[in-house]
């Protein structure tokens, strides 16, 4: 039996197998050396050989192993064998008919690389680590816990769009209250599997305790008269965390996995406007622009300007990436 991964592990491969029948790319000896000063164990099956033949004579765990491969075939196999992959598309050669390809064994591909392994065993993905907390996909497992955070809250702590603060500014429950798992498990499927992006669990390190959750949504740009999305950012943590630094923490991480990860030029988030806290922690964030809600009209304003006597209405920040 596979022993459980605890949220101090990263969900990764602890065995990279490599089978290449189109030659080595000049940049793979770096790749390798990579790989293997993180501790995976990078192993090279010879062009001409199956995995089949291979696997008879050197027996890996399937469920810590990824394969990377320019043959169809070969991950076929490596499929029905319950081993993750991720093909490696030649310039000029067929198209690989596989979720996860790559053209270059770049620095960065190690993070493509275990979002591939983890998306085949169904296993959250870390998007970030920070000194004091790991932000994760969330998973069924989080469901009793991030429920009592949005129960225990009353007020927002920085909700991002209408899933978050209502009229009042009261937190609502973010998966309905009827059959949350199967809400969650579109969840997954759409905004990490298709968008790369979407709300995480905020996991303290010290103690693997679930603290909050943090991320994104997208909805229809506040700015322009066109129906395109862009992300909301927003945040919720237990009360007990909170005035640590954590959601700091916590929405510096989400933006720069943003940022690094995306296309988007530009990210948002919803505050209510005499939420000083959330308004405090947006300047840090670098949140400049507002958008005073109105009588449903945005009217674009200065972030240091003086809001209207009594609004007590819903701001709509912007910050450039």
Not at 15 to 23: A, D, N, V
Not at 248 to 257: G, T
Not at 285 to 309: C, E, N
Request: proline share 6%.
């Amino acid at each position: 039996m596979t022993p459980p991964i605890t949220d101090t592990t990263l969900h990764t491969y602890h065995t990279l197998l490599i089978h290449l029948r189109g030659g080595f790319p000049d940049a793979l000896s770096a790749f390798a050396r990579q790989q293997t000063s993180q501790g995976i164990a990078v192993r090279f099956i010879e062009p001409a050989e199956t995995m089949a033949g291979y696997l008879s004579r050197h027996p890996v765990s399937p469920n810590h192993c990824l394969l990377l491969s320019d043959a169809e075939e070969t991950m076929a196999a490596a499929r029905n064998l319950s081993i993750a992959a991720a093909g490696f598309q030649r310039a000029g050669a067929p198209y690989l008919p596989v979720p996860y390809l790559f053209q270059d064994f770049s620095e960065d591909l190690g993070d493509y690389l275990r979002m591939a392994y983890c998306r085949f065993h169904g296993l959250p993905f870390t998007v970030a680590c920070t000194p004091r907390l790991i932000l994760r996909e969330t998973c069924e497992a989080d469901l009793p816990q991030l429920f009592e955070i949005y129960k225990e809250t009353e007020t927002s702590a920085g909700g991002s769009t209408d899933k978050y603060t209502g009229t009042a500014g009261t937190t609502h429950w973010f998966f309905p209250a009827e059959d949350p798992e199967t809400f969650l498990n579109a969840y997954i499927r759409t905004m990490y599997g298709f968008y790369q992006l979407g709300m995480y669990t905020v996991v303290r390190r010290s103690d693997n305790a679930v603290i909050g959750h943090c991320g994104f949504d997208l909805k229809t740009s506040p700015l322009s008269s066109s129906f395109e999305e862009v992300p909301f950012l927003g945040y919720i943590l237990t009360r007990a965390c909170r005035g640590q630094g954590y959601g700091l923490e916590a929405c510096r991480a989400c933006l720069d996995y943003l940022s690094d990860h995306t296309d988007f030029q530009e990210v948002f988030c919803a505050v209510a406007a005499d939420n000083s806290d959330s308004l405090k922690l947006a300047r840090r964030l670098g949140f400049h622009s507002l958008v005073i809600l109105t009588d449903h009209r945005p009217h674009a304003a200065g972030f240091q300007s003086q809001l209207p006597a009594g609004h007590t209405g819903q701001l709509i920040l912007r910050n450039h990436l």
